[in-house]
C-alpha cells in the first residue's frame, strides 16, 4: 500500500490547485482521476479559451441553501490573487464583458499553468485510476483503485457535478458524502438552454441562430444579455443565467427591449413616417425574420402605423416588453455548464472545507452546494476552495 499525506480525487480545476497548494508545504500529494485526459471542462470552457475568472467575483454572483459559506474563501483567495498567478506564468488574456477574464491564445495555457504548479510542488497526478473503495482508517482513508492501494491522511473530494457526462462528470462526490453520512442537496442542471413546448418550437425554429438582447427575469432574479434561438429552444447569456434561477412549470418574462422605452420609439416612427408598416418600424431594431415571426405570434396585426390608435401602439409595446414564455424544460447535464445542489454546506466548515464530523475529509469546488453565475465565478470558486484546502490538508 503507497502511503500519501493527501490524496485529491478528481483532476479538474478544483482538484489540481489544491494539490498544488498542499505540496508547496511540503505535503506528499496523488491526484486520482478516472478520465483519460484530465481538465476536459477547463479545456472546453469559453469556446476553449476558458473564462477563468471575473473581475467583479463576490459572494453575491454564487447560490447556495447557505449563501455566508463561500464568504470567507472568496475572500482568502480573490479574484486579483489568481490573475496575479496567471500574470508570473506569462499567460496573455483579455475582459470579454462584464468582468469575464478569457485567455488571448488557449484553454491549455490554464490547463499548463495548473500542470507545471503541481510539478513544482512535487504532486502526482495518475490518470485512468477508477477508486473501487475507500474506508476510513485509524489514521485516515484507505483507497482500493484500478492501479492498487492507496493510503492518506487527508482525502479531497474534487469530482465536480454531473455536467457534461461525455467530459467524465459522475456522482462519485455525492456518494462519498452519503458513504460518510454527509447530507447531499437535491442536484439539478444549471446555465442550460431551455428547451420549448412544441407549438412554440414549431413558431420559433426557423428563427434558429438569431439573438436579441433581452432582459430575463424570474423569481425576483434579472439579467440583462442576450438570448439565442436554437433548433431545440432558447439559450445564449441571459437564458443560461436565469436557468439556475428557474423552477419546472414558471414562466420566464422576457423584456426584448431592455435599454429604452420601444413605445416613445414607435410613437416618433408614427410621427415621422405614418404611412409604415409596424413591421418596418420594428425592423428597425430587430432583425426582419424574427418581427415576421413574432408578430402573428403575439397576437399583433402588421398595418400602417397611422391606423393604430389610442393604446394600441402601448399594447404592441408592452408584447415585446413583456414576453412571457414558459419553457418545456431544459437540455439537461448534457450541455449544462454546472451542477446546482451538492454537498450539504452546513455540513462543511467553510475555514477549511472540511466535514464537522469527519477527520480528514474535504469536499472542494463544483461538488459542493455552491454554484456561480455564468461568467468565471465556478472557476474562480474553484480556485478560492481549492486554495483554501490546500493550506490546512
Known amino acids: 500500500?503507497?502511503?500519501?499525506?493527501?490524496?485529491?480525487?478528481?483532476?479538474?480545476?478544483?482538484?489540481?490547485?489544491?494539490?498544488?497548494?498542499?505540496?508547496?508545504?511540503?505535503?506528499?500529494?496523488?491526484?486520482?482521476?478516472?478520465?483519460?485526459?484530465?481538465?476536459?471542462?477547463?479545456?472546453?470552457?469559453?469556446?476553449g479559451r476558458c473564462n477563468f475568472t471575473n473581475m467583479y467575483a463576490s459572494p453575491e454572483n454564487f447560490l447556495s441553501d447557505n449563501p455566508h459559506y463561500c464568504k470567507s474563501a472568496l475572500s482568502r483567495y480573490t479574484q486579483w490573487d489568481f490573475i496575479g498567478l496567471v500574470n508570473d506564468y506569462g499567460i496573455a488574456y483579455h475582459e470579454k464583458t462584464l468582468g469575464q477574464l478569457f485567455c488571448d491564445n488557449s484553454a491549455k495555457d490554464i490547463l499548463n499553468m495548473l500542470l507545471k504548479e503541481c510539478d513544482k510542488?512535487?504532486?502526482?497526478?495518475?490518470?485512468?485510476?477508477?477508486?473501487?473503495?475507500?474506508?476510513?482508517?485509524?489514521?485516515?482513508?484507505?483507497?482500493t483503485t484500478a492501479h492498487g492501494d492507496f493510503a492518506c491522511g487527508s482525502l479531497v473530494v474534487a469530482t465536480g457535478g454531473?455536467?457534461?457526462?461525455?467530459?467524465?462528470?459522475?456522482?462519485?462526490?455525492?456518494?462519498?458524502?452519503?458513504?460518510?453520512g454527509l447530507a447531499v442537496k437535491p442536484t439539478r442542471a444549471g446555465l442550460v438552454?431551455?428547451?420549448l413546448h412544441d407549438h412554440d418550437k414549431a413558431v420559433f425554429a426557423d428563427l434558429s441562430g438569431i439573438s436579441l438582447d433581452?432582459?430575463?427575469?424570474?423569481?425576483?432574479?434579472?439579467?440583462?444579455?442576450?438570448?439565442?434561438?436554437?433548433?431545440?429552444?432558447?439559450?445564449?447569456?441571459?437564458?443560461?443565467?436565469?436557468?439556475?434561477?428557474?423552477?419546472?412549470?414558471?414562466?420566464?418574462?422576457?423584456?426584448?427591449?431592455?435599454?429604452?422605452?420601444?413605445?416613445?420609439?414607435?410613437?416618433?416612427?408614427?410621427?415621422?413616417?405614418?404611412?409604415?408598416?409596424l413591421a418596418t418600424a420594428l425592423a428597425k431594431y430587430y432583425p426582419k425574420r424574427y418581427v415576421q415571426t413574432a408578430l402573428p405570434y403575439l397576437g399583433l396585426?402588421?398595418?400602417?402605423?397611422?391606423?393604430?390608435?389610442?393604446?394600441?401602439?402601448?399594447?404592441?409595446?408592452?408584447?415585446?416588453?413583456?414576453?412571457?414564455?414558459?419553457?418545456?424544460?431544459?437540455?439537461?447535464?448534457?450541455?449544462?455548464?454546472?451542477?446546482?445542489?451538492?454537498?450539504?454546506?452546513?455540513?462543511?466548515?467553510?475555514?477549511?472545507?472540511?466535514?464537522?464530523?469527519?477527520?480528514?475529509?474535504?469536499f472542494?469546488?463544483?461538488v459542493v452546494d455552491v454554484t456561480g453565475w455564468l461568467g468565471g465565478y465556478n472557476f474562480q470558486w474553484a480556485w478560492s476552495s481549492g486554495w483554501v484546502a490546500g493550506q490546512v490538508v
Open 364 to 366: 472542494i469546488g463544483e
Open 1 to 47: 500500500m503507497i502511503q500519501k499525506d493527501v490524496i485529491v480525487v478528481g483532476a479538474g480545476a478544483a482538484g489540481l490547485f489544491c494539490a498544488a497548494e498542499a505540496g508547496k508545504r511540503g505535503r506528499s500529494v496523488l491526484v486520482i482521476d478516472h478520465a483519460k485526459r484530465i481538465g476536459g471542462k477547463i479545456l472546453m470552457s469559453g469556446g
Open 193 to 195: 438552454p431551455f428547451t
Open 214 to 277: 433581452a432582459r430575463a427575469s424570474c423569481n425576483d432574479t434579472s439579467f440583462n444579455e442576450n438570448i439565442l434561438f436554437t433548433h431545440r429552444g432558447l439559450s445564449g447569456p441571459a437564458v443560461l443565467q436565469i436557468s439556475s434561477f428557474w423552477e419546472p412549470g414558471q414562466a420566464v418574462e422576457f423584456d426584448l427591449f431592455p435599454n429604452g422605452d420601444l413605445h416613445q420609439e414607435l410613437v416618433s416612427a408614427q410621427n415621422q413616417s405614418p404611412d409604415a408598416q
Open 301 to 362: 396585426d402588421n398595418k400602417p402605423l397611422k391606423q393604430y390608435q389610442g393604446k394600441q401602439l402601448q399594447q404592441v409595446s408592452d408584447a415585446f416588453h413583456h414576453w412571457q414564455l414558459k419553457p418545456n424544460g431544459t437540455e439537461g447535464y448534457r450541455t449544462a455548464e454546472v451542477t446546482l445542489g451538492g454537498v450539504d454546506t452546513n455540513q462543511l466548515s467553510s475555514k477549511t472545507m472540511m466535514a464537522k464530523d469527519v477527520e480528514g475529509l474535504y
Open 121 to 143: 510542488a512535487g504532486a502526482q497526478v495518475k490518470t485512468q485510476c477508477e477508486i473501487t473503495d475507500i474506508q476510513k482508517t485509524v489514521n485516515g482513508f484507505a483507497l
Open 162 to 180: 454531473l455536467s457534461m457526462p461525455k467530459l467524465g462528470a459522475s456522482p462519485f462526490g455525492y456518494k462519498v458524502a452519503e458513504q460518510f
